[in-house]
């Protein structure tokens, strides 16, 4: 069966504009995640989804970051007035809980 | 919040050589994932496991509950196990469902 995708797999953008990320999860998945990682680091939590709303975004930075699930299935995560520290690989990840989450391939962003 | 604790950082050896990865956290958890990315690659999910031991052809993972520890083991390592091991937890003592919390990573190279 498909896994998670995610649209683009790279974007590179200027500083101070805006973007949108996007994640397709698993048929079925109840549960999604928005993680970041940075070049050699671990990701990093951003937001969890149950569903329509957010359970948990204490991982988002600022309030320049903004996520949405709107029919519980399809997420985009938006960036406005991007940062060059915002470079970084956005990854996606769905679950069934309490089943183990799956990652998508990641959308590498570079902000010039 | 958990914190996650990997060891060895990097990790260098032979062809054929039995290869241990360890990883300490510091809250009570539902279950501990074991990731592997390869370089420029996607994450996969290896293992999650809540108590005891699993195995998946050359892939051990233990889990001690009591000593918040857990180790991933390679048995007769080949090159193409080289990539990054992660270790990972939920962000919050029990969480079946929350956002997960990362260790830096191991760095595996195995030489021919």
């Known amino acids: 069966g498909a896994g998670v995708s995610q649209t683009p797999s790279n974007k590179v953008t200027e500083k101070g504009k805006y973007v949108e990320l996007r994640c397709d999860p698993i048929s079925g998945h109840t549960a999604l995640y928005w993680y970041r990682q940075s070049l050699g680091q671990g990701p990093e939590f951003l937001i969890y989804?149950?569903?329509?709303?957010?359970?948990?975004d204490s991982g988002l930075p600022n309030d320049r970051f903004f996520a949405v699930r709107p029919e519980g299935s399809v997420s985009t995560l938006k960036i406005q007035r991007t940062e060059r520290g915002d470079s970084a690989v956005y990854l996606c990840?769905?679950?069934?809980?309490?089943?183990?989450?799956?990652f998508g391939p990641g959308t590498r962003l570079t902000v010039l | 919040k958990n914190e996650v604790e990997q060891s060895p950082q990097n990790l260098t050896a032979q062809e054929g050589e039995f290869i241990t990865i360890n990883c300490s956290y510091s809250v009570g958890i539902s279950a501990l994932h074991w990731l592997q990315q390869h370089p420029g690659g996607g994450i996969v999910s290896l293992f999650m496991?809540?108590?005891g031991k699993k195995k998946h052809g050359r892939l051990i993972a233990t889990i001690n509950i009591q000593e918040k520890h857990s180790s991933l083991h390679i048995t007769a390592s080949h090159p193409r196990d080289s990539a990054v091991y992660i270790c990972a937890v939920p962000m919050y003592s029990g969480g079946g469902a929350d956002g997960l919390t990362f260790g830096k990573g191991t760095h595996l190279i195995i030489q021919p």
């Open positions: 989804f149950q569903g329509t709303g957010a359970a948990d």
């Open positions: 496991l809540s108590s």
């Open positions: 990840a769905s679950s069934l809980p309490p089943d183990t989450q799956y």
